[in-house]
């Protein structure tokens, strides 16, 4: 089942981010984003809403008297970075209340809650369901609702970011969920290693060891200490 949902936030940045993370349920259709609660009154009415993603404080009106003008409210999480409305909010019945800036942890917490809600029962994506596939010379990983498959040769470095990593190929950047310890212990040890608690690199494509500082393809990565023998010793020097 296709969650269909909106964003209502004053704030660009705020609705960007709050877009990504998204685009990473395979389950959640964004309808819209918008910067004013009225902007999102006909699809609310319409019953093409099933999800809302609301600010408090916004210009023309709060998000919370925005909900008491509605008849019939889809399901709403609130999004702010004021806490003291978290008694108020749950009093106008809303599924979640997200204190800015939240984790993506938390955002996947606040969806399975809503995906129970309509389901009467889980549509839980987990970190296990979402993990990669890898394989002898490529691994595959589903994220903005498509599986992509990326080969060993392309891929340049991995970023741990909390619950999700990105991982960078010579021709783009890939989000997904999924865990950088499990990535370490599953990818070809002869191909990659790990430099850092958020960095996996390709060995094949590193090109200096500056200080405690990697250079690989244009960027330059910091080497934990706790790295630091095994990356000298692709040098040859540990």
Known sequence: MMIRCAIVDDEFLARQYLSDYVSKIPF???VGDFNSPLKVIDLIKCGQIDLLFLDIEMPDITGLDFLRTLDKQPLVIFTTAYKEYALEGYELNVSDYLLKPFSFERFLKAINKVSEALEGQP???????????????YLTIRAD???YKINYEDLIYIEGQKAYVTFHTTNKKITALASLKDLEEK?????????HKSFIVSIKHIDALDGNLIEINKNQLPVGKSYRLAVEKVFGIG
């Open 187 to 195: 990818l070809p040890a002869k191909q990659f290693i790990r430099i």
């Open 123 to 137: 549509n839980k994506l987990t970190e296990e369901q979402a993990a990669p596939m890898l394989y002898d010379d």
């Open 28 to 30: 959640l259709e964004l």
């Open 145 to 147: 609702r498509k599986h």
